[in-house]
Nanobody
Framework: QVQLVESGGGLVQAGGSLRLSCAASGGAFSGYVMGWFRQAPGKEREFVAAMTWSGGSTYYADSVNGRFTIFRDNAKNTVYLQMNSLKPGDTAVYYC?????????????????WGQGTQVTVSS
């Protein structure tokens, strides 16, 4: 059974940085896409970034492109989201997700596996 465990959230001032981690276990992840989503209070969960586990292709939402970077450490089976130049609008619960294959990677309902989420709060 695939399990995803996020860590690294917290409180940071605007302009600061945080690095989120997603430790993946319970599967062979070749062919998988690993994604990061976020959900702010009163809003729908939205796509942030994704990458293919093996090929290293990356995808970003326009709102974070150039500020956030998704990358992986295969030896640790961990995917990271480096967040720089954070804004108050980035405040949300951030979720790690996994799916097999590249179809519909921007859609929340395309992902079969989810972590528990980690809170990121950016103060102004």
């Amino acid at each position: 059974q695939v399990q995803l465990v996020e860590s690294g959230g917290g409180l940071v001032q605007a302009g600061g940085s945080l690095r989120l981690s997603c430790a993946a276990s319970g599967g062979a992840f070749s062919g998988y896409v690993m994604g990061w989503f976020r959900q702010a209070p009163g809003k729908e969960r939205e796509f942030v970034a994704a990458m293919t586990w093996s090929g290293g292709s990356t995808y970003y939402a326009d709102s974070v492109n150039g500020r956030f970077t998704i990358f992986r450490d295969n030896a640790k089976n961990t995917v990271y989201l480096q967040m720089n130049s954070l804004k108050p609008g980035d405040t949300a619960v951030y979720y790690c997700a996994a799916r097999f294959g590249l179809d519909s990677i921007y859609r929340t309902n395309a992902y079969a596996y989810w972590g528990q989420g980690t809170q990121v709060t950016v103060s102004s």
